[in-house]
Structures are given as structure tokens and as C-alpha cells.
């Protein structure tokens, strides 16, 4: 019996590398990698050895006829993939591992960020070279948004961090947590200790509507609810307010639906993950049981990935239903089969009014065509309170409203006022000036990431990536490269792509990494291993290396096994440090 991909699929192509007859496509060398949801198994050509299974870091990978329930869908997927996209398997060129000419000595690289881009970097740096690598992180664990990202009941995709963690205990491999650079190391530090510096610092802030109200208490960006209930401990536990019926969730891509599953999964199911104490215990006390996913454009445009979509119209116990319009109506009708659309099929369309109380029972709401226009709340005015609203009839209003009031950032938010649009040319939507307004106590803002920029090195503010070519970090004003300075990740090429898409990513920066080392243009470092060690101990007494990290490692696991989860989070800095000088 064939094998079959599954939702948690991470696209990072270990299997593909271990696959005897080269059936699981598309491959890291074909145009559509990095384009596709996930990988696929053509059952035609499978041959039923299980070395995808074993190889996969995330367990996506099961035989057909083990797939039960809603997961049976995954092995027509598979199938239905190369029915759409023929393959006759036939091998790539080969690839061969790098090496570095005689004479150069061994290479040190520093890598600043712990998350996956930085954890495929070490990796391929420490299969392929002799090289000694130190790794620099701001907080006090590993992981990035692998830990602080991945929602909490999507475990088997964590289970990658168990492939990196080989890497982390690597004897050439240092690290220094709890160190920032920029303020507590300098860029020119760092390179004055290694060869190259590779930054995989991600895109930590991001994208804002820019309307009115959008900084009032109650709305939020995904960052924020994200790293609240992973137990970010930058984030405080008392950063989100779940007293409210109705949430609306701005975006429908990938995190949105993590946030709307969050908010409606019954608690006792989370119960068994690695969620944050505080955002468990605040879930249990939620008052929230509708949530809309608010879309700009159409179903054809939804950014949600196909696996993820299946799974959010699963969710035990929470009815999912699509606004109707007819605009909405007819782009489901006509879809493509394997259309975003197409996944709206079946799903009931129902009329909504944002202004109503939401109705019983817990429900997602899906309305398309709309863009919020402003936030409103009730503002202290004087000692009193008083309603704020974006205009009551329309949009135009709520810039006066909001300035009118002076004080609406003291107050909760409690509506969205939002202008309805259609779809033009160029997957374009433009406002209709149709206007209508959503009760809402709870506004998160889920439409994209945003780089921010690394102190010492060039930053394009237009895409929000560090400027570089292939890897390279180049002056922009020159074109030329930085000496010895590489981008990796989201930093990189933008917050887009999944966990595996790093790997590919990582390679590219590695290969011109190590073409410069190989054509002798990088300048061999000043200061020793231990020069640096002693350098970031004198500026960051509390900084926490391997040893520390197991002992957090070693508290969380036995906190977690006492009440039968895989770990219990430490969610504050002090508490990270404290468990990390525990013998």
C-alpha cells in the first residue's frame, strides 16, 4: 500500500531525499517547490519501503490505509496532485557535499537567531565543513518561532525541533542566549571573532491596517496573540482580554485560522499540549464564541493553506459558516477543483449582521469583501463614559469621531467599521462604499509580518528584508557585498514560506558562504573563541549557554509529565534564568 502526505507536511524535503524511486515531488530542483501547500507521493510509483516515514521530521507521513477519518482526504490529495501535474520520476543531476580548499584552516561562523532558518544553517554548515559555529539569541531559549510560533496543537510539526537539537549539541557548536547584538555585542564584534556572520533574525514586527482606533486597548496584532498563548516571554501574560462574545480576526491566511482554532478549541483538548499556563486558564474562562475571519478580497484569494483550511472546518464542536453574498456565492459555485474556492464547497452560507449578538453555540464566520475602515470603543471623556463610533453611517466619519473624542485610546475597543469590496482586475479589491459596522470586543490584526532592521547592517525599507544578494548582505548605495556578512530566512527573502522552506533557503546562503571562503575573501578573525566568551560574560553576566538551556529543557519536560503534557513553558525571563541555574 502507498504512502501518503499528511497536513503537517513542512516542506522541508527530507523525504525526498531518502526516496529510493524519486515519487515524491515537487523536489527542491523543480520550479513548483516552494509554491505547493506540501509535498506529494504519487501511489503509482510508491514502492511501499517507509523510508519517507522515517525520514520525515514532522510525522506527516502514513500509509493510506492507516489514514482514518477527516485524514483519509490526504490520499486523494496525494493522487489527485499527479493527476493534475504528470511526473515520469525520472533523477536530477547529482548534488555532492561541499568542501573547503586545503590551507584555510577552520572556519568560524556566527549565526544570530536560533529558529529554523538558523537551525538548517548550522545544520548544513556542520554536515558539510569542519567549521566551529557560535549561535546568539536574544531570549534565554531556542527555537524562535518554532517554539513561539507553531501553535500549540500542531505538535507533531514541533517535533522538528528534535532534529535541530542534534545539531545544538553539536561538540563544535557554542551558544550565547540572552545576548542581544545590536546591545549587548556589535555587528563589528561579532566579525572581529569569525570568519562570517550569518544573521536568521526572522521578521519581528507587523504589518499594521493604518486606520483609526487601531492602537486601542483590545486590538492586537498576531504577533502579540501568537506569542501570548506559546508563552513568548516578551509578551505578558495579561496581554489578551477574552471577556468579550465576538472576536474579528483581520487576514485569512495561515495564523489567522491558527487564532480563530485557538479561540473556539475546547480548552481540555489544549490541555494536553504545551500552551501557556496563563493563556489555558484564560481560554477556560473565555467568554468568546464567534469569531469572523475578515477577508479584503474574494474565496479565490484566501491565503490559507488547503491542509490547514481541512482542519479548521473539522473542529470538534464549532460550526463554520461562509456570510453570504453574491459575489461570494458565485466564485464558490464556478471554482476550480482545486481552487482556494473550491475548499468553501458545502460549507453553509448564511446571512450575518455584525451589529446582532452573535447567535448560540460556537461558530467561524467567514465574510469576504470586506475592509475594516476603523476601530471605535468607548472613551473616558471628563470622568464619564462615552460611546466613540466611526461615524455611525459610514466610514467617512471616523476620522472625525476618533480625533473628536482626543481620548478613545483609554477605551476598549468594541466595533469595526468596514467598507465592502469587489474584485477588479488583477485580483485587485476596490471599495463599493458600502458600508457596515461589527460588534467586537476582541480585534486581531493577522495580515502579514514585517522585518525590522538589524543595527549596523543595510535595510530595504520597501520589502522589509535585509538588502543582499543570494545571501550576500550588500550596500545598497555601492551594490557590492558586506564582507563576511549573510542573511538567511525571513530577514532574508520576506515573511513568506513555512518551516521547510528554510532548508532550500539556508543552502543558498551556505554555498555563497563557503565560494567566498573558498576563493579566500574572507578575513580571518582577530579575537579567539574564547575572547568572545569571555567579551559576552563581561557584558551580559546572566547570558545562558548549552548547560543552562538543558536544565530549562529538563524543568519544563518534568513540569509538562506531571500533568501528562510534552512540556510546561516557562513564560517569563526570570523564570527562564532561574530554571536555568537549577543543578
Given at each position: ?6 497536513q ?7 523525504c ?23 509535498l ?30 477527516p ?71 531556542t527555537?524562535?518561532?518554532?517554539r ?65 482606533g ?151 464566520v ?31 466619519g ?72 543570494g ?52 578575513a ?39 500533568e ?20
Amino acid at each position: 500500500m502507498a504512502y501518503a502526505i499528511t497536513q503537517t507536511c513542512c516542506n522541508d524535503a527530507s523525504c525526498v531525499s531518502v526516496c529510493p524511486v524519486n515519487c515524491i515531488h515537487p523536489t527542491p530542483d523543480e520550479p513548483e517547490f516552494g509554491t505547493t501547500d506540501m509535498l506529494f507521493i504519487d501511489p503509482a510509483a510508491c514502492i511501499d519501503c517507509g523510508a519517507c516515514a522515517d525520514a520525515c521530521p514532522v510525522d506527516a507521513v502514513f500509509p493510506v490505509d492507516r489514514l482514518r477519518g477527516p485524514d483519509t482526504v490526504f490520499g486523494d490529495l496525494n493522487r489527485d496532485w499527479y493527476r493534475d501535474h504528470p511526473n515520469d520520476h525520472a533523477w536530477g543531476a547529482p548534488t555532492f557535499p561541499r568542501s573547503l580548499p586545503d590551507g584555510l584552516g577552520t572556519l568560524r561562523v556566527a549565526i544570530v537567531g536560533t529558529g529554523p532558518s538558523a537551525g538548517y544553517t548550522a545544520q548544513e554548515l556542520l554536515r558539510s565543513t569542519g567549521a566551529e559555529i557560535t549561535m546568539i539569541d536574544r531570549l534565554p531559549v531556542t527555537g524562535g518561532l518554532l517554539r513561539h510560533g507553531v501553535a500549540p496543537d500542531h505538535q507533531s510539526t514541533k517535533r522538528i525541533a528534535e532534529s535541530f537539537a542534534s545539531v545544538f549539541h553539536d561538540p563544535r557548536l557554542r551558544m550565547h542566549l540572552n545576548v542581544e547584538v545590536g546591545t549587548d555585542l556589535t555587528h563589528e564584534e561579532l566579525a572581529a571573532h569569525h570568519h562570517a556572520v550569518v544573521y536568521a533574525v526572522g521578521a519581528a514586527a507587523d504589518r499594521r491596517l493604518g486606520i483609526p482606533g487601531e492602537d486601542l486597548p483590545g486590538s492586537l496584532p498576531a504577533t502579540t496573540f501568537v506569542g501570548w498563548y506559546n508563552a513568548e516571554p516578551t509578551v505578558p501574560a495579561d496581554a489578551v482580554d477574552l471577556t468579550a462574545e465576538r472576536a474579528v480576526v483581520v487576514g485569512n491566511g495561515n495564523v489567522a485560522v491558527d487564532i480563530a482554532r485557538i479561540l473556539l478549541t475546547d480548552p481540555d483538548r489544549l490541555a494536553a499540549t504545551d500552551i501557556a499556563d496563563h493563556a489555558l486558564a484564560a481560554l477556560r474562562r473565555s467568554r468568546v464564541r464567534e469569531v469572523v475571519l475578515l477577508a479584503r478580497r474574494g474565496p479565490g484569494q484566501a491565503a490559507w493553506t488547503r491542509a490547514e483550511f481541512l482542519a479548521l472546518r473539522r473542529l470538534h464542536g464549532v460550526e463554520v459558516v461562509v456570510e453570504d453574498h453574491p459575489e461570494v456565492r458565485a466564485a464558490i459555485e464556478t471554482a476550480a477543483p482545486d481552487s482556494q474556492a473550491a475548499l468553501l464547497a458545502g460549507l453553509p452560507l448564511v446571512p450575518f449582521d455584525g451589529g446582532d449578538a452573535p447567535r448560540p453555540g460556537r461558530r467561524i464566520v467567514l465574510r469576504f469583501l470586506s475592509a475594516p475602515t476603523a476601530l471605535s470603543g468607548a472613551a473616558e471623556v471628563d470622568g464619564s463614559v462615552t460611546a466613540v463610533r466611526p461615524g455611525g453611517a459610514g466610514a467617512s466619519g471616523a476620522v472625525g469621531a476618533v480625533g473628536a473624542a482626543g481620548a478613545v485610546g483609554r477605551g476598549r475597543v468594541e466595533a469595526v467599521s468596514v467598507v465592502r469590496t469587489t474584485m477588479a482586475a488583477g485580483d485587485r479589491a476596490e471599495p463599493t462604499g458600502e458600508t457596515d459596522v461589527l460588534r467586537a470586543g476582541l480585534v486581531v490584526r493577522s495580515i502579514g509580518h514585517r522585518g525590522v532592521p538589524v543595527p549596523g547592517l543595510p535595510f530595504d525599507e520597501r520589502t522589509a528584508t535585509v538588502a543582499h544578494l543570494g545571501g550576500r548582505v550588500v550596500d545598497p548605495a555601492t551594490g557590492q557585498p558586506v564582507p563576511g556578512t549573510y542573511v538567511v530566512g525571513w530577514a532574508k527573502r520576506g515573511p513568506s514560506g513555512g518551516i521547510g522552506a528554510n532548508r532550500a533557503c539556508a543552502r543558498e546562503t551556505v554555498d555563497a558562504l563557503l565560494d567566498d571562503a573558498a576563493a579566500r575573501v574572507l578575513a580571518a578573525p582577530a579575537g579567539t573563541r574564547k575572547d568572545l566568551d569571555r567579551l559576552v560574560h563581561r557584558r551580559r553576566p546572566d547570558a545562558v549557554g548549552l548547560r543552562e538551556l538543558r536544565a530549562v529543557d529538563r524543568a519544563e519536560r518534568a513540569r509538562g509529565a506531571a500533568e501528562g503534557r510534552p512540556r510546561v513553558k516557562l513564560a517569563t525571563v526570570p523564570d527562564l534564568l532561574a530554571a536555568s541555574r537549577r543543578k
